[in-house]
């Protein structure tokens, strides 16, 4: 019989919950850690609070703007196939769109539903997973998608809800973050060779998660090629010509080698609590 290495401990009773805004938000994240945590056995839920109906469509062949909410439902199936995640659950709201825009005054949108009602929801969520891991977005959103710190809100009230009830007692509060210093290496990258990066570059200081907020750097690398192979399931929102389409193959594979959290609550734990960190 083959010794099982440590890093590759059983983890089949380990329950993971993960929740963000849009279909393809898991992906560049956190993919690599959920591909991680799959590989060894943990069973993994994610919620989707927003069908991403109104993403950029990258083909007219793959959407149009009615059928984009199901596209992204599909492709966010797909994507967890190749994750191995098979327990994909959609709140079914509405994108809300950037800050300003027309989008934001749709009914069904996410930033028009009650949060109460949303927070309900997701509490009862975590009450029926018992997750011992809560993934979400950071307090910034990444780079500040209105929907992506509505999630971050809803889903840390939920948790909070749950905590007070006597139910999510054991469970680690993790914050998915992009390090504004990754961000700048990256975009350095991308302006060496001659690429525009998405965002001016002078904003590059305020997107992003301050360095000082990360408590648990993953290395996944092995993981990478499930990564990849996972977001590209999001078609409808890969821009071939786009920034991160023309960044040299080698330099995307090492930006999406190492993943970043928050281990929010419990807070100030100490490093042997971090299952994340003790997974690597
Ligand atoms: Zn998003």
């Excluded at 029926?128 to 509505?150: C, F, I, K, N, R």
Aim: proline share 6%.
């Amino acid at each position: 019989m083959t010794e099982t290495p440590a890093d590759l401990s059983d983890l089949s009773d380990l329950r993971v919950l993960a929740v963000f805004a849009h279909p393809d938000d898991e992906g560049f994240g956190c993919g690599g850690t959920l591909a991680m945590l799959v590989a060894r056995g943990a069973h993994v839920t994610l919620v989707c609070a927003t069908n991403g109906d109104v993403g950029e469509i990258s083909d007219p062949s793959l959407a149009t703007p009615e059928t984009l909410a199901h596209v992204r439902q599909e492709e966010l199936r797909s994507a967890m196939r190749i994750t191995g995640v098979p327990d994909v659950r959609f709140l079914g709201y509405r994108d809300s769109g950037m800050a300003g825009t027309e989008d934001n005054n749709h009914p069904d949108a996410l930033c028009q539903a009650r949060p109460d009602s949303v927070v309900g929801r997701l509490t009862d969520v975590i009450n029926e997973v018992q997750p011992s891991v809560l993934l979400t977005h950071d307090p910034t959103g990444g780079y500040g998608h209105p929907d992506h710190v509505a999630v971050y809100d809803l889903t840390t009230r939920a948790f909070q809800q749950a905590i007070e009830s006597g139910d999510a007692g054991q469970t680690l509060l993790y914050y998915v973050c992009f390090p504004r210093s990754a961000f700048n290496r990256m975009w350095q990258q991308m302006l060496e060779a001659g690429i525009t990066p998405p965002f001016a570059s002078e904003l590059v200081d305020t997107v992003g998660s301050p360095d000082d907020a990360v408590t648990t750097t993953l290395n996944v690398a092995a993981y990478v090629d499930t990564k990849i192979a996972s977001l590209e399931c999001h078609r409808t929102q890969i821009d071939p010509t786009g920034p991160f389409s023309q960044l040299p193959q080698d330099l995307m594979r090492e930006n999406m080698s190492t993943e970043y959290f928050t281990l929010a609550y419990p807070e100030g734990a100490a490093s042997d609590e971090d299952i994340l960190t003790g997974l690597v």
